[in-house]
């Protein structure tokens, strides 16, 4: 199967940042394009009139920042790489939505791995996604996690 068109969403966390790896790989043969996403939780209200808070916007910008800092320079293989932040309070849906509007073949995500009341009480975006996504999601775990468990 190939892919032309990655979603890749991260939260900065590790996790996040072992699907990007993978994601990456996926991309030196196949893929035209990389979209790195990343989803703001606005804490405050926008503003009816004047769009989006300031906080939101000032963490708009950093967290745009990170994502072109994330692209590696030296990478092998032809596909563009685009960054792009959201501002939702449902990263799932807000990335599903996303995925859809780029006509998007794979959606790659990481996973905390978390289980039991803390799985409950925090949900799973990779879950929500695997629900909410118009196409494939790729749902990697963290490499270092599995090193601790063996």
Known sequence: M???????????????LSAMETAFDLTLEHANVVFL???IEPFV??????GLH???????ERALEELKALVPENR???????????CDASPSKAI???????NADLVVVG??????????????????????SPCQVLVVKCRRADARAA
């Open 111 to 132: 996973t905390h791995g978390r289980t039991g009341l803390t799985r409950m009480l925090m949900g799973s975006t990779a879950e929500s996604l695997l629900r909410y």
């Open 96 to 102: 599903a939505c996303f995925a859809r509007e780029e």
């Open 2 to 16: 190939n892919f032309h068109r990655i979603v890749v969403a991260t939260d900065f966390s590790e996790e996040s």
């Open 76 to 86: 092998e293989g032809d596909a563009e790489i685009q960054t792009t932040v959201l």
């Open 45 to 50: 209200p926008n503003d009816p009139i004047g």
């Open 54 to 60: 300031p906080s939101v916007l000032a963490m708009n």
């Open 37 to 39: 996403v990343h989803v």
